[in-house]
């Protein structure tokens, strides 16, 4: 079962993207509107912002871990059937904290994808709190990949 992420592009108005994640499909539906597909267990980063003659109205961004057909998930707007939710901010002070966490793991030379989810849990749990995150670091992705080889 794949999850599906509905992306809408309308210029000033509503732009869905995918920050990070690897889809395995692809699909155009027209010019303002595709599909993306993902694969059980893909972590990826969804972000919604619209907005209305008076300025921005939702800026929301969620990381999300795919599903297993038949596992639990919560739901996500535009994403089929909804997923693991490891993170969820919205208002653009947290949203520009998270795309400045997933700066900083791309600056490690490490996918965003790829990273511990603790990571992004604590992330949302520190912003949630207004408290001040700790940045990820070569070592404890070091020590999530041997977590992952022992397991």
């Given amino acids: 079962m794949l999850t599906t992420v509905e992306l809408t592009w309308i210029e000033k108005r509503i732009e869905h993207w995918v920050r990070f994640g690897h889809p395995v499909e692809d699909r155009i539906l027209d010019r303002r509107r ?3 597909s993902f694969t059980p ?3 990826f980063a969804f972000i919604r912002w619209a907005a209305n003659d008076f300025g921005t109205v939702v800026s929301c961004i969620d990381i999300v871990r795919a599903v297993r057909a038949g596992e639990v998930c919560q739901t996500v707007p535009f994403v089929r059937p909804g997923g693991e939710s490891l993170l969820r901010q919205s208002g653009w ?3 520009r904290r998270v795309l ?3 700066d900083g793991v791309e600056a ?3 996918d965003p994808a790829a990273a511990c989810p603790d990571h992004w849990r ?3 749990h520190r912003l949630t709190a207004a ?3 700790r940045p990820y670091t070569r070592e404890r992705h070091d020590a999530w990949l041997r977590r992952g080889a022992v397991s």
Avoid: N, T, Y
Wanted: hydrophobic share 45%.
């Fill in 100 to 102: 400045e966490a997933i």
């Fill in 122 to 124: 604590h992330l949302h």
């Fill in 41 to 43: 267990d893909s972590v």
């Fill in 93 to 95: 002070p947290k949203v």
């Fill in 34 to 36: 595709r599909l993306m």
């Fill in 131 to 133: 408290q001040e995150p």
């Fill in 108 to 110: 490690l030379g490490i």
